[in-house]
Structures are given as C-alpha cells and as structure tokens.
C-alpha cells in the first residue's frame, strides 16, 4: 500500500526548511524592528531616502521605518503560521500544503524588509512540496516504484546504445576481396564498417541552457555597465560617502576619486570579459564540444555557490543562485550527455 511508504527525505528537507527558516524570519523581524529606533538604523534608512533610487518617493525617516515595521509583522506573520503548518508536513497533510502556497507572497514581502537569505529559505521548502517525489508521496501513489524507474531510465540514457549486430558474411578466396551485396537484398553491416552513432535532434535542455547563458551575461554585463556609468557621473558624492564611512580605511590605503572610477572600469572589464567567455562556452557546447559544457557546468556551479554567499548581505542576488544552478543542472540532465556521447 502507498500509505505504509515512508516519508521521502525531500518531503523531511521540505518540512525542517520551512519550520527552522520561519523561525528565524520571525526572530528577524522583532529583531529589526526593535532596532528601528537607534541612532545607527535612522542614519542608514536617511541614506537610503537620498540615493536616487528612493528619492522620488516622497517619503521621510518616520514613514519608511513605519513602511519596515509593517512589513515586518506581515513577515512575523506569515512565518508563524508557515512553522506550525511545516508540521503538518511531516504528517502528509494536504491542506497545510496548499496553506503554504498561499502564505508564500506575504513570506516575501515579509523578506523584504528582514534578512534576506531566510525568507527564501522557507520559499524554497514551499517549492519542494510540489515536486517529485513528494509529489507522489501527498498524491498516496507509491513514490518509491516511481522514483526507481526515472533512475532506472536515467541510467539508461546514460548508457550509449548498444552496437547493431548483424550476420557475419562468409569470407571470399581473397581476404581483400569485399563480397558485393545482389541487387535488391539489403547490406548486412560488414565487422570492418564503421557505423557512425546516430545523432538525434539537439535536447531542449542544452538549448535552454545556453539560451539563459547568454542572457545572464548580457544582463551582467548591461548592469555592471550602469553602475560604472553611475559611478563615473557621481564620482565625487560616492567618494565622500566612503570617506565619511571609512576614515580610516582611506587615511590607510591613500585611495583617491580617480581610483575609485578606475576600480569601477576594472570590474566592467572583467565582468565583460567572463560574460564574453561565458557565451563563446556555451556557443561551443551548442554546437557539440562537450568539454565547453563541462567547464560551462563546473563555471555555473561556482557561480551559484559564490552568489549564495554573496546573497547574504544582497538578497536580490538569490536570483543569480538560481539561474546558475539550472543552468548547471540543465547541462547534466541524462538526455544532454547522451547526445554529447553519440557524436
């Protein structure tokens, strides 16, 4: 029976994401809102109001940080409700499920205005109910039986197809000699031909890959460019920012506004150079080098585990996680490999 199948360890991961980061979304937030009164916050929340993102809005210190608190307890909120519904998910409980999905807009919100990285964390439990195998596991069909067969047909994609065997022809008086078919009998594959795999239309998912390659490098390097025209046009109110916030730093490290614009064109640079390598990559593996997409692979790879840490401190960055790891895992899917095998 599907009900005497155990818990599968996605639904356990799903569940202990959810509970543990609503946890600390709550603790998040009372701790932000209680520290919306000091000295140092207000002086923060005045430096965002000037930058010229958030100058337009009209708004002053008392209307943001009532902005901050409200979000907060919208977050506190819903991240209360989510902890004791992410119980229920051990239990199998459908209607926790769909309660979930629906507190997941507030859960951002709430992320907004908390630390970034946990409101996301509880987002992504959210998210792994609704895939295999838990899927099946809340459906009652037996998820084991199914989990087994996509591994089993995965490993089969793996595997190259197996060579066509045919019947061996009897050998001529000259060992030369390549006995000719009768017209109208069909060619039996002969031990010394060389039959050449056949190769099947390109996956979908190598198309996507590279596909979302080259617009996150474009959109990289767009953006990297933005900032440095930014820095470039307000060159002198950035440099005494970062003189009025590390005196000593500068004092120490004698960096001058020049520096500072020259820094900023060094990270175009760069950054334009690893998006220009990053689309010549993933042209090369479109076109079947499967070394381009190995080292595509192992670039996003890293590039998803550096956003994460740096999405620590920037939580929008948590989209950049997430394009780098489907673009790695979109290029080791089985029907990609196979199809690098069979050229």
Not at 21 to 41: C, K, N, P
Not at 86 to 107: C, D, M, W
């Amino acid at each position: 029976m599907s009900e005497e199948q155990p818990r599968p360890g996605q639904a356990t991961l799903a569940g202990a994401l959810i509970v543990g980061g609503s946890v600390f979304v709550v603790l998040a937030a009372w701790q932000r809102i209680s520290s919306l009164h000091t000295l140092e916050v207000q002086e923060e929340l005045q430096r965002i109001l000037t930058e010229p993102m958030t100058a337009d809005l009209g708004m002053d210190v008392d209307a943001l940080s009532a902005t901050i608190r409200v979000l907060c307890m919208i977050g506190a909120g819903a991240a209360t409700a989510s902890a004791i519904l992410g119980i229920q998910v051990f239990r199998r409980s459908a209607s926790a499920r769909i309660a979930l999905t629906a507190l997941s807009p507030l859960l951002f919100v709430g992320g907004l205005a908390t630390a970034g990285f946990l409101a996301p964390m509880v987002l992504a439990g959210i998210a792994l109910l609704w895939l295999q195998p838990t899927r099946d596991w809340y459906a009652g069909r037996p998820w084991i039986q199914r989990y087994e067969e996509r591994r089993a047909a995965r490993l089969a994609a793996l595997r190259p197809p197996a060579p066509q065997s045919g019947p061996v022809p009897p050998q001529s008086a000259s060992p030369m000699a390549r006995p000719v078919p009768a017209p109208g009998v069909p060619h039996a594959p002969l031990p010394f031909d060389r039959q050449r795999p056949v190769v099947g239309p390109r996956p979908p998912a190598l198309v996507a890959a590279c596909a979302i390659t080259c617009a996150v490098a474009v959109a990289m390097v767009l953006l990297v460019a933005a900032m440095a025209a930014y820095v470039s046009a307000n060159s002198a109110e950035l440099f005494a920012e970062v003189m009025k916030d590390q005196p000593s730093w500068l004092n120490t490290s004698d960096l001058t506004e020049d520096d500072l614009v020259a820094g900023t064109y060094v990270l175009v640079a760069g950054a334009a150079a690893c998006a220009l390598g990053a689309i010549v990559l993933a042209a090369l593996a479109f076109v079947g080098q499967n070394w381009a997409r190995i080292v595509l692979a192992i670039g996003s790879a890293s590039g998803a585990a550096l956003s994460l840490f740096l999405a620590l401190g920037a939580w929008p960055l948590v989209i950049l996680v997430a394009a780098f790891a489907g673009i790695a895992s979109l290029l080791m899917r089985p029907e990609v490999a196979r199809w690098y095998v069979g050229r």
